[in-house]
């Protein structure tokens, strides 16, 4: 009988300690303030939907943790021998779907296509694509309106899909995210990558796990079995939950609580400078706004009361109050690491509230005006703290500002939709080329271009500029495109910079990992210690 | 008739009246409780610091231009770091004076607390009237709605009805709509109380007989309802009232504290207790605590007093 019980109870102790093991050693359990907005990988280029996009499907090139290419669903690539205005992309072969379909140059083609039409928020990305061709099952070429050499660089978030798929399910067109539409593909995902999508349901849990069939066991560390994905909106409760070990990784610490994580035992925090600026954009285009109390008049229209904003914004105050020192003060649309950032283009206008006010004077608007400013909650570090702040800003000069903060499901919307006239936005930029800053945000909003260009901005001479960059081979005179680019930029202040991001991941110490400058984290090259 | 112009008689009568206010069952009550006569003394100091915030309070926390956002996250009675201003309770990330802000907080809290109780009496009131005293069909139909609303928390009703109100008001005016939305998401949330207890009181009255004697030289129902039944049934209504003022105060906050109520910018008590709880573990616990602080006071003070008045107005605990 003692016997009995001994084995019994031996038993017992093993199978549970196999179950801790298993469950706790390897599960990764992440969180982070934003839920990705859709499941289609073409649907919104916005980074925590291309993040978790990034564990379940791939693209033909990877962008590692350290910022460098390697190769993805794409072994080699380069120019075309013969046609110069061609890319010739070796597709790696073997590959499966997670649902068993064998991946080859027409799932390539396909997925090309689908993020060149119109509802893809990545055809800016494809621009001076013409054509795109399979050669072969593991060949594709991309046809290109002239030569683009930079465009290996811009596939580095284009999803690929498996064109079977797309059919079957009926969900071969692009969801329209801005217009609400609901399709299958938003709600699943049939990708290569290294983790396979078990479950989800927005904004409370996602489970994915480890792609038994992924080409890259062997090639990445591949240490973690499960990761189970849970959005925590509210700062306090994201970091209690790393605390207190109910998740082991978040993606954004709340800067009051770095030094309480920092010296938390089991917990590290990682830090590194993110390639990400805040601004503001304006609608400067219109003829009167809807959501003032100007009549007749968009006082935006006028670049004096542009400059008069842009110089009452206090950006060390935000930096020292608001951001605790984790922020870049920036004075550009454009993160430091960016071909095309120069330090004086980085240069912010001296803060002065008696020379705003005196623009404000000569722009006729001295007793002010009112408008409301959009801004996200749960997107960027404080963002909605840095909007009431710069409300307070703008108040000194006589602009009555009301402020009205929505998560940014409802947030981006906005300004694809031209719903909203003074907005806060954040950009990274995947490719590092200050084109992908001018093609999405200063581009008049046209079929392929502009499409976050909430400031309905349109200057033909700058789109032509714009243009021509895509197929400049010689690259000190694109070089000089776009410093000419970033000088009328400057000068029409169509957007006010705020800074650029610190990023500071907190991690528990069974983990480690770089910290990505794009913020994209891909599990597979997380190790565990 | 009596002559109403005569002064003298009016005077006397006043005094009379107050004369008679003190020596009634309820001041004696009152005077005889010091847990009432504790909590109502908080609760006139907040009722009217909150009145007279534009007075008392040292800065404006509504006018975002006075503000200066160096002066964010000064502690208590210290001096800021870098502009050396002292603030009584400090300043939360803003650079908002605290105790402003708790007062200015208050008068929203307050405001929308007795106004929400006012719209859950006048519909709860109406409504029981209307079913106790009428009965049949119209009984059965508003006592049945009433039972399906108290099946959902009052939180949750409060939500769906700010929800839609939020959704179908233009987004131009839904900042200065807040307020009125809290308000209606609140009191239409709350009236079932009030018409059960009219209704069951209501029951009782109508059996009596000076309501047969209104009857039968006449009165229209709705005087009947309105001059006879009506003051007989106020005072478990003003009860419920008071319990229900701290339920709507809290309600309120609640509301602001999941971020669905006042906006950030003219933040109510709960709104201040959001805000707050972000800076809980990073050492800045004024910005939490005086809020917090405030409104357990106010929503203590307030039931406390609530109770009171059931115990006094109670013949049976006499």
């Given amino acids: 009988?003692?016997?009995?019980?001994?084995?019994?109870?031996?038993?017992?102790?093993?199978?549970?300690?196999?179950?801790?093991?298993?469950?706790?050693?390897?599960?990764?359990?992440?969180?982070?303030?934003?839920?990705?907005?859709?499941?289609?990988?073409?649907?919104?280029?916005?980074?925590?939907?291309?993040?978790?996009?990034?564990?379940?499907?791939?693209?033909?090139?990877?962008?590692?943790?350290?910022?460098?290419?390697?190769?993805?669903?794409?072994?080699?690539?380069?120019?075309?021998?013969?046609?110069?205005?061609?890319?010739?992309?070796?597709?790696?072969?073997?590959?499966?779907?997670?649902?068993?379909?064998?991946?080859?140059?027409?799932?390539?083609?396909?997925?090309?296509?689908?993020?060149?039409?119109?509802?893809?928020?990545?055809?800016?990305?494809?621009?001076?694509?013409?054509?795109?061709?399979?050669?072969?099952?593991?060949?594709?070429?991309?046809?290109?309106?002239?030569?683009?050499?930079?465009?290996?660089?811009?596939?580095?978030?284009?999803?690929?899909?498996?064109?079977?798929?797309?059919?079957?399910?009926?969900?071969?067109?692009?969801?329209?995210?801005?217009?609400?539409?609901?399709?299958?593909?938003?709600?699943n995902a049939n990708g290569t990558g290294p983790f396979v999508l078990q479950s989800r349901t927005a904004d409370v849990e996602t489970v994915m796990t480890q792609n038994p069939d992924y080409w890259g066991i062997g090639e990445f560390p591949m240490d973690i079995t499960e990761i189970i994905f849970t959005p925590i909106q509210n700062p306090a409760t994201r970091v209690a939950a790393l605390l207190t070990g109910e998740v082991d990784f978040i993606q954004d610490v709340p800067v009051q609580d770095l030094e309480r994580v920092d010296g938390a035992d089991g917990i590290g925090l990682a830090t590194a400078p993110q390639n990400r600026v805040i601004f503001f954009g304006m609608n400067v285009g219109d003829e009167d706004l809807t959501l003032d109390n100007v009549e007749g008049a968009n006082p935006f229209a006028d670049v004096r009361v542009r400059r008069a904003m842009d110089i009452a914004i206090n950006r060390e105050a935000i930096q020292q109050v608001v951001m605790r020192g984790q922020s870049a003060p920036a004075g550009v649309i454009s993160p430091p690491p960016v071909n095309g950032w120069t330090p004086e283009l980085d240069e912010y206008p001296a803060y002065d509230v008696e020379a705003a006010r005196a623009l404000m004077e000569e722009a006729g608007y001295g007793d002010g005006f009112s408008v409301q400013l959009d801004c996200p909650n749960d997107r960027y570090i404080n963002d909605e703290a840095i909007c009431q702040a710069v409300v307070g800003m703008l108040a000194q000069i006589g602009i009555d500002v009301n402020l009205s903060a929505l998560p940014r499901a409802q947030h981006f919307p906005l300004i694809s939709n031209f719903e909203t006239d003074f907005y806060m936005l954040g950009w990274g930029v995947p490719t590092y080329d200050a084109e992908y800053i001018f093609n999405f945000l200063y581009h008049t909003q046209t079929e392929n271009r502009g499409s976050w260009n909430g400031t309905r901005y349109s200057n033909p001479e700058m789109d032509e500029m714009i243009a021509s960059l895509t197929s400049n081979t010689d690259l000190d005179a694109r070089n000089g495109t776009i410093a000419a680019l970033f000088e009328m930029a400057e000068e029409e202040v169509i957007y006010l910079p705020v800074h650029n991001q610190v990023l500071n991941w907190g991690i528990s110490d069974a983990w480690s990992t770089v910290v990505d400058a794009d913020d994209q984290v891909k599990f597979k090259y997380f190790e565990l210690n | 008739m009596t002559d109403l112009s005569d002064n003298t008689v009016q005077a006397g009568r006043a005094r009379s009246r107050l004369a008679m206010a003190w020596d009634s069952d309820l001041a004696y009550s009152f005077r005889r409780s010091p847990v009432a006569m504790i909590s109502g003394l908080v609760t006139a100091l907040l009722i009217l610091s909150a009145v007279f915030a534009p007075l008392i309070a040292p800065h404006d926390p509504f006018n975002p231009g006075t503000l200066n956002l160096m002066n964010g996250f000064t502690p208590p009675s210290e001096a800021n770091m870098f502009t050396g201003d002292s603030f009584w309770l400090g300043t939360d990330d803003q650079g908002r004076d605290v105790f402003s802000t708790i007062l200015f907080g208050l008068r929203i809290s307050l405001f929308v607390g007795f106004a929400a109780v006012a719209l859950a009496m006048v519909i709860g009131i109406t409504l029981g009237l209307v079913a106790g005293y009428i009965g049949g069909l119209t009984e059965t139909v508003i006592m049945r709605v009433a039972d399906v609303q108290l099946t959902f928390p009052s939180i949750l009703v409060a939500m769906l009805i700010f929800g839609i109100a939020k959704g179908i008001t233009p987004p131009e005016y839904r900042d200065q709509m807040a307020i009125w939305v809290l308000i209606l998401a609140i009191g239409l949330s709350d009236w079932v109380q009030f018409a059960r207890v009219v209704r069951g009181a209501t029951l009782v009255e109508k059996s009596k007989e000076y309501v047969a004697a209104a009857r039968l030289i006449g009165r229209s129902p709705v005087a009947i309802m309105l001059r006879h039944i009506l003051p007989n049934v106020l005072s478990p209504v003003l009860v419920i009232a008071t319990i229900s003022l701290a339920l709507a105060i809290i309600a309120e906050a609640t509301l602001s504290f999941l971020g669905v109520g006042a906006p950030p910018t003219e933040p109510s008590l709960g709104t201040l207790i959001r805000i707050g709880q972000g800076f809980l573990f990073s050492g800045e616990w004024w910005i939490l605590f005086f809020p917090a602080m405030t409104l357990l006071a106010l929503a203590l003070s307030v039931n406390l007093l609530g109770d009171w008045l059931r115990d006094a107005l109670n013949p049976r605990l006499r």
């Fill in chain 1, 1 to 187: 009988m003692t016997m009995r019980l001994a084995t019994f109870g031996a038993a017992l102790l093993a199978t549970t300690a196999l179950t801790v093991s298993a469950a706790s050693a390897e599960t990764l359990r992440w969180a982070r303030a934003s839920e990705a907005l859709t499941l289609d990988p073409h649907s919104q280029n916005e980074g925590p939907t291309t993040t978790l996009m990034h564990q379940i499907y791939e693209p033909l090139i990877v962008r590692n943790m350290e910022g460098g290419l390697e190769p993805g669903l794409a072994t080699s690539w380069e120019p075309s021998s013969s046609d110069p205005n061609v890319w010739v992309f070796q597709i790696r072969e073997g590959v499966t779907f997670h649902e068993g379909q064998a991946f080859d140059a027409e799932d390539v083609v396909f997925s090309l296509n689908r993020a060149l039409s119109e509802a893809s928020d990545f055809k800016e990305l494809l621009t001076g694509v013409t054509e795109v061709r399979a050669a072969g099952d593991f060949t594709v070429e991309v046809v290109t309106d002239g030569p683009n050499p930079l465009l290996p660089n811009n596939l580095t978030n284009i999803m690929m899909l498996d064109a079977g798929w797309a059919a079957e399910n009926n969900t071969e067109e692009v969801q329209d995210y801005a217009a609400g539409e609901d399709t299958y593909a938003a709600r």
